[in-house]
């Protein structure tokens, strides 16, 4: 079972809203990952959890705030995020820092 | 230059073509070479992933990576429609524990019946 999980799906929020994503893996994964992806472009690295510990932030904004509540959830707490924010935001996981990473199937975000 | 160039088409088939992708790259260093699939509106989906030199097959996708030209394949024998998608070419070195993916730009395909 190589499954990532995100919720929700899609998300349409305000500038003054605060909102959070959500990725589950059960696959034993000790490093999970964030992505953002924009139309007609590749993923684009955000934040890296290695054992539940923040390794990677990729200098994003502090409106977006990621938590490894354990080693199987992955949350990505979102404030006063812009229009330019809209993307697909992925979640990723592998067995560790250095393996394949497998991703899930996004969570599609509009800001008006 | 891009570390990673992928030409990103469209390319447009008809069923039953072969299929042929490509990737270059500049970075010696990379060790890690994968094949992403990605339906419209969807997460990026592993295809294919190799760490050596030469051709791994699976069913109807064979990737191909040639070091020493820093080029990697991949072929789609007996293209379907559901075969139309992007594709991401990925590679990859392991710097300080860290294993960071460098994406092409993704190839897009259409497969048309």
């Known amino acids: 079972d190589t499954e990532v999980t995100q919720t929700p799906k899609h998300l349409v929020m305000g500038m003054t809203n605060k909102k959070s994503l959500k990725c589950e893996q059960h696959m034993g994964h000790r490093a999970m990952y964030w992505y953002k992806q924009k139309a007609k472009k590749p993923p684009e690295l955000m934040f890296v959890y290695s054992y539940e510990k923040l390794s990677i932030n990729e200098s994003v904004p502090s409106r977006f705030s990621p938590e490894c509540p354990n080693s199987s959830l992955l949350n990505l707490h979102l404030h006063a995020l812009q229009p330019e924010d809209s993307a697909l935001y992925l979640c990723?996981?592998?067995?560790?820092?250095?393996?394949?990473?497998?991703f899930g199937p996004g969570t599609r975000l509009l800001v008006l | 230059q891009k570390e990673v160039e992928q030409d990103p088409g469209p390319l447009s088939v008809p069923e039953g073509a072969i299929v042929s992708l490509n990737c270059t790259y500049s970075n010696s260093a990379f060790q890690y070479f994968m094949w992403y699939r990605q339906y419209s509106r969807k997460g990026p989906e592993l295809l294919m992933y190799?760490?050596?030199?030469g051709n791994k097959e699976d069913g109807r996708f064979t990737a191909q990576v040639d070091k020493s030209s820093k080029y990697i394949s991949l072929f789609i024998r007996d293209s379907q429609p559901s075969d139309s998608a992007t594709y991401l070419c990925?590679?990859?070195?392991?710097?300080?524990?860290?294993?960071?993916?460098?994406f092409g730009a993704g190839t897009r395909l259409a497969v048309h019946p």
């Open positions: 990723a996981s592998s067995q560790d820092q250095s393996k394949t990473q497998y």
């Open positions: 190799t760490y050596s030199s």
């Open positions: 990925a590679m990859s070195a392991i710097s300080g524990g860290y294993n960071k993916l460098i």
